[in-house]
């Protein structure tokens, strides 16, 4: 069996009949040095361990070689050679012979320098000679390190006071908000990309080149201002407005119009721009007197000499809701009478504004009077805690606060800690049993 391997090594023959293959054979894939003539294949033949159903593969005898070498490189080896040296770098040929697999680190660098750089593909596509055309980004006037965007101007005398008002910052220069403040958007998302196309480093380039336009209109707007002392100006007259008897300096909302509203000042002169404010806010006080008059027609208001009763009555009623609060032993029974003959008296007076809560609550449980609407912390609540608060004549804010208490008291007892109770003055305890059923049905807290 030796001597019949190595003959089949030395003289190319089949393994089975001994015949010379010239052309393709079968190369068992199981057995180490078997082949086989197509017609010894055909018929089945078995040889030692070989069988016949073992796995195979087609081969073509000697392999075709790129170039012409004593010891053929084959095209996949030749194709991995070049990824190699891609991937890894000229020079890294112990990667590119890992790589390779089949060859060695000094096949793979003869091989290489021979054929790929002194070879006739080199002497092709390597210019040894060309120069490296190197370019001046430097210059005055051009180029991205051009010394005229990043020269810095001359600081502005603040005192500490106006720096704080202006928002400058001296050490750097700056201000917390420049012109054109979100010019930085354009390149904050760059990169570069070892798959771009010239088309894409193209874009990339235009939107640098637009970056620093707008770097330069920026420091030309700073050198202007500097020139001509516009922050200085500017820093006066805010001084003037601040120290001008009589003026109002507005509520929160206002200040934050006005803010939204400073990109609109370069159209118009000061005088203009102050006024332009001016009608804006008294439109804005003339759409709060006109809720205000709808609120009262839907009440039933439909004379001014009618209002104050109206305020009045309202007034009384919270009052009266107050003292039945701190009272809490009067029946429910007991205080829909009361309700009732006071309205019964509104109604006489023609002011059908007030209405029973036993009776509003029969003709529609969720129906949320106005006037509640209008509390702080209604928005907060939900439809059923809106029904809850409406049904036992309670405030949103006071029924936040019982809840908050209610709901520590609850997570400090199963947290085993003391408990020492604090609820608001005046609260009716029908009023407490009600809010803690509400939220233990609603999984707020858990009956004990």
Same mark, same amino acid.
């Given at each position: 069996?030796?001597?019949?391997?190595?003959?089949?090594?030395?003289?190319?023959?089949?393994?089975?009949?001994?015949?010379?293959?010239?052309?393709?054979?079968?190369?068992?894939?199981?057995?180490?040095?078997i082949e086989l003539c197509l017609q010894c294949f055909s018929c089945g033949?078995?040889?030692? @361990?070989?069988?016949?159903?073992?796995?195979?593969?087609?081969?073509?005898?000697?392999?075709?070689?790129?170039?012409?070498?004593?010891?053929?490189?084959?095209?996949?080896?030749? @194709?991995?050679?070049?990824?190699?040296?891609?991937?890894?770098?000229?020079?890294?040929?112990?990667?590119?012979?890992?790589?390779?697999?089949?060859?060695?680190?000094?096949?793979?660098?003869?091989?290489?320098?021979? +054929?790929?750089?002194?070879?006739?593909?080199?002497?092709?596509?390597?210019?040894?000679?060309?120069?490296?055309?190197?370019?001046?980004?430097?210059?005055?006037?051009?180029?991205?390190?051009?010394?005229?965007?990043?020269?810095?101007?001359?600081?502005?005398?603040?005192?500490?006071?106006?720096?704080?008002?202006?928002?400058?910052?001296?050490?750097?220069?700056?201000?917390?908000?420049?012109?054109?403040?979100?010019?930085?958007?354009?390149?904050?998302?760059?990169?570069?990309?070892?798959?771009?196309?010239?088309?894409?480093?193209?874009?990339?380039?235009?939107?640098?080149?637009?970056?620093?336009?707008?770097?330069?209109?920026?420091?030309?707007? %700073?050198?202007?201002?500097?020139?001509?002392?516009?922050?200085?100006?500017?820093?006066? /007259?805010?001084?003037?407005?601040?120290?001008?008897?009589?003026?109002?300096?507005? @509520?929160?909302?206002?200040?934050?119009?006005?803010?939204?509203?400073?990109?609109?000042?370069?159209?118009?002169?000061?005088? *203009?721009?102050?006024?332009?404010?001016?009608?804006?806010?008294?439109?804005?006080?003339?759409?709060?007197?006109?809720? *205000?008059?709808?609120?009262?027609?839907?009440?039933?208001?439909?004379?001014?000499?009618?209002?104050?009763?109206?305020?009045?009555?309202?007034?009384?009623?919270?009052?009266?809701?107050?003292?039945?609060?701190?009272?809490?032993?009067?029946?429910?029974?007991?205080?829909?009478?009361?309700?009732?003959?006071?309205?019964?008296?509104?109604?006489?007076? %023609?002011?059908?504004?007030?209405?029973?809560?036993?009776?509003?609550?029969?003709?529609?449980?969720?129906?949320?009077?106005?006037?509640?609407?209008?509390?702080? =912390?209604?928005?907060m609540l939900s439809d059923r805690e809106r029904r809850l608060c409406n049904?036992? =004549?309670?405030?949103?804010?006071?029924?936040? @606060?019982?809840?908050?208490?209610?709901? %520590?008291?609850?997570?400090?007892?199963?947290?085993?800690?003391?408990?020492?109770?604090?609820?608001?003055?005046?609260?009716? %305890?029908?009023?407490?049993?009600?809010?803690?059923? +509400? /939220?233990?049905?609603?999984?707020?807290?858990?009956? /004990?």
């Open positions: 069996m030796k001597l019949r391997e190595s003959n089949v090594m030395e003289s190319d023959q089949c393994s089975y009949c001994q015949s010379e293959i010239s052309g393709y054979r079968v190369v068992c894939s199981e057995c180490p040095d033949a078995e040889l030692g @361990t070989h069988k016949r159903d073992h796995s195979y593969r087609i081969s073509n005898g000697s392999p075709i070689g790129a170039f012409e070498v004593a010891k053929i490189w084959t095209l996949s080896e030749e @194709t991995m050679l070049l990824d190699a040296v891609e991937q890894y770098g000229f020079g890294n040929w112990e990667d590119v012979a890992n790589h390779v697999e089949s060859k060695n680190a000094e096949e793979c660098q003869d091989h290489y320098i021979t +054929f790929y750089v002194q070879g006739s593909i080199g002497k092709e596509t390597i210019f040894p000679d060309a120069k490296n055309i190197i370019q001046d980004h430097t210059c005055p006037h051009g180029g991205p390190l051009s010394p005229s965007i990043t020269t810095p101007v001359n600081p502005i005398e603040l005192s500490i006071q106006e720096q704080h008002e202006l928002g400058y910052m001296p050490f750097r220069d700056d201000f917390e908000r420049e012109h054109d403040n979100d010019a930085e958007t354009v390149i904050s998302s760059l990169a570069n990309n070892y798959d771009d196309e010239d088309i894409d480093i193209a874009v990339k380039l235009t939107q640098v080149e637009k970056y620093r336009t707008r770097l330069k209109e920026r420091e030309r707007r %700073k050198r202007l201002a500097r020139e001509y002392n516009l922050i200085q100006a500017a820093t006066s /007259l805010a001084k003037q407005k601040s120290q001008t008897p009589g003026r109002k300096k507005g @509520t929160k909302d206002e200040r934050e119009f006005q803010e939204k509203m400073k990109v609109f000042a370069q159209f118009s002169i000061a005088a *203009e721009h102050e006024k332009f404010l001016e009608c804006t806010q008294k439109e804005r006080e003339l759409r709060a007197r006109i809720k *205000e008059l709808l609120h009262y027609r839907n009440n039933g208001i439909t004379k001014m000499e009618d209002v104050e009763k109206f305020e009045d009555e309202g007034f009384r009623r919270e009052k009266k809701k107050e003292q039945k609060k701190k009272m809490g032993s009067s029946s429910p029974a007991k205080r829909g009478s009361m309700v009732s003959k006071k309205a019964s008296g509104v109604i006489e007076e %023609k002011l059908d504004i007030l209405i029973d809560d036993d009776e509003s609550k029969d003709e529609d449980e969720e129906n949320i009077p106005k006037e509640m609407s209008m509390l702080p =912390g209604f928005d049904s036992i =004549g309670m405030s949103p804010a006071n029924y936040m @606060t019982i809840k908050t208490c209610i709901i %520590k008291d609850y997570l400090q007892r199963r947290q085993g800690l003391p408990v020492k109770i604090r609820y608001p003055s005046g609260l009716d %305890k029908t009023h407490r049993r009600k809010i803690m059923s +509400f /939220l233990a049905d609603n999984g707020w807290i858990v009956a /004990l």
